[in-house]
């Protein structure tokens, strides 16, 4: 039975009562309240982390109004929806952010201090949800951020992994792992719905079977069922009263199953069964850019694709929205290939549930998919092997050959008789143990299929995709990433957000182009003075911080050269590294050398089985050691490296940062979006033509990005002629003098085997140009210098690389998605009148 709708309307909870009021003393009562029925504390007992409890259910209390008139809005409307598809949402805390998001940061700030707490402090209790590695996940966040302030209606599908990406340590600097209990303390900002759970069939076997009208159909019997259970998390957007929801499954044992075991007296054989089923949502792959290949991976996928295709269906149907309606209900988007199983599984629920015919099937499947594509590495291409494909999702393998059959015999007719092309483009690798190409799968079952920047799309069309692109030309479309000014300006740099808006207002937060207006103060000395004035503000701020997590001292007047983003070689870190010795080598050459005063901050993770990202990781702590130890260095060079780079500390840095590293070898970095950040908080850009650096250098003008560095071009035709990096070494005696410091065990207290293999590969093969963009690099750091010296020069760079990076919005890029691959409308959410023009 239901409560009438208009019930809920009259007794709608008002703002006018303490629980959701938005006056400071309401605030107050509100979070009194809380600590005392929520947490069950008083305050002589009362724990930070209880009063983070109670602050954060203060303002959950404040959101749900948002949150349920948006659901009652959709529900009614049977709204088209976007139903975002991800192994990863790398959310960062969610308190500052939805205090920002319902314009109630002040108030809430005055309450707690007034009652003489400190806020910051309970800001920063609120443990990092980490389901997300990098890039991919941290992008899915700010799309959930601009899909909920441009008011389009979305769901957000992923896994609830109970431990998010490990906490990383040094151990005489060497990366350590340590699990991240992200839940211990409980999480304020989900609700859990078991009565929306699933189940997920796994493994067993297919028969086939005559229906009613004996045609031939195909049933799945599996050997392993395991529910899934959705918990949700509002998204709320800025300054509007839309609340999308973020759905996270989690695996548990069904009830019922292995009764038998109970029964004939198996108990622990029935717990231990109950335990692998709970295995799937427990850790999250720790790979970035790279695929690992194991069956609880592939596990982890279906799972999830598969409680949201069933939660979609139930949606579909709850809203009387006829089946044949799926792909104008919602527009799907696959995050890369992680969830590219729902092509199968959504053929499966077309024809072997709801025994649609295939071609029928098969047109909704892809009207309803687009899938966008985050790499070029080989590596990271997921591959599944047959085999054990076949034992986890049978019915998925057969599907899968049905629709490759189908595939071949159209590239047949527009390809007649060239062999070689059907072999590349087939959904199955048969070189080698035989394998499913995912992308392909991908590919074929969407719609669009879009690149993360424009050098990205060009080099998918070119080199990647190729075959795809010359059988499906239409789908191919470029969708530069953004980010979201809400996390990465307002609530991370709150001084520079306020003399922004002194200026220009304060459109600009949702409309980033507006920044544009800030060139006219390029000149302004005053406004110069004010600008760097926040960012010296912010490098105090910083360098506090590092002294307290590291114990050194660094001089907030000397260059902030920050490089922070996952460890891979392609990334070169390394090549960083080869710059720092170097100066440090001059220094040591010419003590009294002039030399503008850095300090390099390092952050970032290593996947714990990449060994040779963990050795750079070492490599820089112990450069560390030496550099910050030498008397003769007389401070002129720090290098820093903050451990467990995460959001939270991101926020903290790309404020701080005079210049931002985005070094990556031309054509490997699909696009970047640190880089972005960095910009958008007044850092100049040192950086290659990869990725997006190639746009922001065209937003921001050549003037003001310092360029070095192969073009993929270049790097190809290198490669193509037998490039040999000892050349390099041997003709450049800097470079020759860096590598044999290294070598010698300069770093390593005499140790000259620890790092043999990092020397050795850039020597002999130096995968990633190191060698032969180093002097291009070096030249060019001394550029930044020159610049950095003359303080009008470079502010007036810091504020137009501001005032001209407004395209990098996430909020552009969802637009654009919206309009050419999603043709989705905004739909407006009414609160009721009472609480409209709260606060
Ligand atoms: I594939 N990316 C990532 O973080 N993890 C992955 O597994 C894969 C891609 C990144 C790319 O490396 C970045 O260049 C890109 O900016 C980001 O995805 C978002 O598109």
């Not at 997300?132 to 992923?158: K, V």
Request: charged share 25%; proline share 4%; with cysteine.
């Amino acid at each position: 039975q239901h409560l009438p709708n208009d019930q809920l309307a009259q007794h709608s909870i008002s703002t006018s009562n303490y629980r959701t009021g938005m006056t400071v003393a309401d605030l107050k009562q509100a979070f009194l309240d809380n600590l005392f029925y929520d947490q069950g504390k008083f305050p002589g007992l009362a724990t930070q982390h209880d009063y983070y409890m109670a602050l954060a259910f203060t303002v959950r209390d404040r959101l749900l109004q948002h949150w349920n008139h948006t659901a009652a809005t959709y529900t009614e409307r049977g709204s088209r929806t976007v139903a975002y598809f991800s192994a990863e949402f790398l959310m960062g805390p969610q308190l500052g952010k939805n205090l920002i998001s319902l314009s109630i940061f002040d108030q809430v700030k005055e309450a707690i201090t007034d009652l003489g707490l400190d806020f910051e402090m309970l800001l920063d209790e609120e443990p990092e949800p980490g389901l997300g590695n990098g890039g991919l996940g941290r992008l899915a966040a700010c799309y959930l951020d601009s899909l909920a302030t441009l008011e389009i209606p979305t769901l957000g599908y992923g896994i609830r992994y109970e431990f998010g990406i490990f906490q990383q340590d040094f151990q005489e600097g060497w990366q350590v792992e340590k699990t991240d209990k992200w839940l211990r303390l409980g999480n304020p900002w989900e609700i859990k719905r078991p009565e929306w759970e699933v189940e997920v069939k796994f493994g067993g076997h297919t028969v086939t079977y005559r229906d009613e009208n004996s045609r031939y159909r195909v049933r799945w019997i599996p050997d392993q069922i395991v529910m899934g259970v959705p918990y949700d998390t509002p998204i709320l957007g800025y300054q509007t009263s839309t609340a999308n929801t973020l759905r996270l499954w989690t695996a548990e044992a069904p009830e019922s199953f292995n009764f038998a075991s109970f029964n004939s007296g198996d108990y622990l054989g029935a717990v231990y069964a109950k335990v692998i089923s709970e295995n799937i949502s427990k850790v999250l792959y720790p790979n970035d850019d790279s695929s690992q290949g194991k069956q609880l991976r592939l596990t982890q996928q279906y799972f999830f694709v598969a409680c949201s295709l069933r939660d979609m269906f139930r949606i579909l149907l709850g809203q009387g929205i006829p089946l044949e309606r799926f792909h104008e209900k919602f527009a799907v988007q696959l995050n890369d290939t992680h969830p590219s199983i729902a092509v199968a599984e959504l053929m499966r629920l077309l024809v072997d549930i709801y025994h649609m015919d295939w071609d029928q099937a098969w047109s909704m499947t892809q009207r309803t998919f687009a899938y966008t594509n985050h790499t070029l590495l080989p590596e990271a291409l997921e591959q599944w092997p047959v085999e054990l494909f076949g034992r986890l999702l049978p019915r998925h393998l057969e599907l899968i050959y049905e629709i490759n059959h189908r595939f071949l015999d159209e590239v047949r007719i527009k390809f007649p008789g060239d062999e070689a092309r059907l072999a590349r483009l087939s959904l199955i690798n048969d070189r080698g143990e035989r394998s499913i190409r995912m992308a392909h799968l991908a590919c074929l079952g969407s719609h669009t299929v879009n690149g993360v920047a424009a050098l990205h799309t060009e080099l998918l069309k070119q080199d990647v995709l190729t075959d795809f692109y010359a059988m499906y030309p239409h789908k191919f479309q470029n969708k530069t990433n953004g980010v979201t000014p809400r996390r990465f300006m307002v609530l991370s740099n709150a001084k520079l957000t306020q003399l922004i808006t002194e200026k220009i207002g304060d459109q600009w937060i949702k409309s980033l182009d507006q920044l544009q207006q800030l060139e006219a103060y390029a000149d302004d000395a005053e406004f110069q003075e004010a600008w760097r004035e926040i960012k010296l503000g912010c490098k105090r701020d910083l360098a506090s911080f590092i002294q307290q997590q590291t114990g050194l001292i660094v001089d907030p007047q000397s260059m902030f050269d920050v490089l922070v983003k996952r460890f891979h070689e392609y990334k070169r870190q390394h090549l960083k590294l080869l710059h720092i010795i170097t100066l440090y080598n001059r220094i040591k050459a010419n003590p009294d050398i002039e030399m503008i005063p850095r300090t390099f901050i390092f952050g970032g993770k290593a996947a714990p089985g990449y060994w040779m990202a963990k050795l750079i990781i070492k490599l820089i702590n112990s450069v560390a050691d030496v550099v910050n130890r030498d008397p003769d260095v007389r401070g002129r060079l720090k290098v820093v490296f903050l451990k467990n780079f995460n959001v939270k500390l991101a926020q903290q840095l790309y404020p701080a940062a005079d210049l931002s590293e985005q070094i990556s070898t031309a054509g490997k970095e699909a696009s970047g979006t640190g880089n972005m950040k960095f910009s958008l908080n007044g850092a100049l850009t040192i950086g290659t033509l990869d990725g997006a650096n190639v746009e922001i250098r065209k937003q921001v003008g050549a003037d003001n990005f310092f360029l070095f560095g192969l073009t993929t071009e270049q790097v190809y035709d290198l490669r193509g002629n037998g490039y040999c990096p000892r050349h390099y070494y041997e003709s450049n005696p800097e470079l020759k003098l860096v590598i044999d410091r290294i070598a010698s065990g300069f770093f390593s207290r005499g140790d000259t085997a620890v790092f043999k293999p990092l020397i050795d590969s850039l020597v002999n093969d130096d995968p990633y140009f190191l060698l032969a963009d180093f002097q291009s690099y070096v030249d060019c750091q001394s550029q930044v210098d020159l610049t950095f010296s003359d303080r009008t020069a470079w502010t007036k760079m810091s504020i137009l690389n501001v005032a001209r990076s407004g395209f990098f919005s996430s909020d552009r890029a969802i637009q654009e998605y919206c309009d050419d691959i999603w043709r989705i409308e905004p739909v407006n959410v009414d609160l009721p009148s009472s609480d409209r023009d709260s606060p």
